[in-house]
Nanobody
Framework: VQLQASGGGLVQPGGSLRLSCAAS????????VGWFRQAPGKEREAISC????????RYADSVRGRFTISRGYAKNTINLQMNSLKPEDTAVYYC???????????????WGQGTLVTVSS
């Protein structure tokens, strides 16, 4: 499966952005899709995951209550709605697919190219 992440940009603290992960080559119905982020000088962090067929979701403590992962209106798309953004949310955001919602990024076999989110006034 090929993944493409989009929707990043510059937003003020407290603002919102919606990221999208579009898949091609394979249906996401039987895959789990995770969102990760990597801030400058830091390790890549798992922040959310969804199993679209059952709509089961997971969130890291750092984003729970502010971010929402969901199926997109477009076929084979997963969205990450990010609200109440903070400067510490600044990072490159990636989507990835795997057979389960793993915590470790090396267990994901397909990755999108990343989209930059900058939260700054």
């Amino acid at each position: 499966v090929q993944l493409q992440a989009s929707g990043g940009g510059l937003v003020q603290p407290g603002g919102s952005l919606r990221l999208s992960c579009a898949a091609s080559g394979l249906s996401l119905d039987n895959l789990n899709v995770g969102w990760f982020r990597q801030a400058p000088g830091k390790e890549r962090e798992a922040i959310s995951c969804i199993f679209p067929r059952l709509n089961t979701t997971r969130y890291a403590d750092s984003v729970r209550g502010r971010f929402t992962i969901s199926r997109g209106y477009a076929k084979n798309t997963i969205n990450l709605q990010m609200n109440s953004l903070k400067p510490e949310d600044t990072a490159v955001y990636y989507c990835a697919a795997a057979g389960a919602c793993y915590h470790h990024d090396y267990l994901y076999t397909s990755w999108g190219q990343g989209t930059l989110v900058t939260v700054s006034s």
